[in-house]
Nanobody, 121 residues
Framework: QVQLVESGGGLVQPGGALRLSCAAS????????MNWYRQAPGKERELVAG????????GYPDSVKGRFTISRDNGKNTVYLQMNSLKPEDTAVYYC??????????????WGQGTQVTVSS
């Protein structure tokens, strides 16, 4: 059974930091690109970070570049999102996403249940 379980969300003041974790199970984690998305109330889900299967390359939109860092530990089947200098506009539900990219995994796309991040004073 495929599972992606996010943790680490919560309430933080502007300028603060949080580290999200996503523990994966039930699939070959090391063969998947991993992404973090977020969705704020009334807005579309947006991609905030991505990392290749080997961790060798990462990508971010301008809105979080320089503040967010994605990383992964294939030995622990876990992907992380370090969020620094948080702003109220970062408030959203954050989702972990796995995308298959190899010949055997292409087309497979898994989602976690999400974790709430609230940035407020």
């Amino acid at each position: 059974q495929v599972q992606l379980v996010e943790s680490g969300g919560g309430l933080v003041q502007p300028g603060g930091a949080l580290r999200l974790s996503c523990a994966a199970s039930g699939f070959m984690f090391s063969k998947y690109v991993m992404n973090w998305y977020r969705q704020a109330p009334g807005k579309e889900r947006e991609l905030v970070a991505g990392i290749t299967s080997d961790g060798g390359s990462t990508g971010y939109p301008d809105s979080v570049k320089g503040r967010f860092t994605i990383s992964r530990d294939n030995g622990k089947n876990t992907v992380y999102l370090q969020m620094n200098s948080l702003k109220p506009e970062d408030t959203a539900v954050y989702y972990c996403n796995a995308v298959g990219t190899t010949l055997l995994t292409r087309g497979k796309n898994y989602w976690g249940q999400g974790t709430q991040v609230t940035v407020s004073s």
